[in-house]
């Protein structure tokens, strides 16, 4: 079993920036694909970007202003958001699969554990 919390969410002005942080427990030693996704009210979860060892992947509407990194020693993966925007509203979820992607495509099916979310707000 995998626990994946995050934090980092709250409300931002248009233009600034956040930093998301999804720390990993129990059994982690195989969690090779790490993702954060993100769902608005009344719309599909979102891949947005995904880190499988040290190779990162973005959807189109985050590349340039959102990074995704990995702490092995802390098990913990961050996405760091700049230049944020209103239609970055939404619930954001952090994602672990014991499966190696390496595609900038992903359906929420090919993770096996989610944690429960932490909101961004972004005001214009």
């Known amino acids: 079993q995998v626990q994946l919390v995050e934090s980092g969410g709250g409300l931002v002005q248009a233009g600034g920036s956040l930093r998301l942080s999804c720390a990993a427990s129990g059994r982690t030693f195989s969690l090779n694909t790490m993702a954060w996704f993100r769902q608005a009210p009344g719309t599909e979860r979102e891949f947005l970007a995904s880190?499988?060892?040290?190779?990162?992947y973005y959807t189109d509407s985050v590349k340039g202003r959102f990074t995704i990194s990995r702490d092995n020693a802390k098990n913990t993966v961050y996405l760091q958001m700049n230049n944020l925007k209103p239609e970055d509203t939404a619930v954001y979820y952090c994602a672990a699969s014991r499966n190696a992607y390496f595609r900038d495509t992903y359906d929420p099916a090919d993770f096996g554990s989610w944690g429960q979310g932490t909101q961004v707000t972004v005001s214009s």
């Open positions: 880190i499988t060892w040290s190779r990162t």
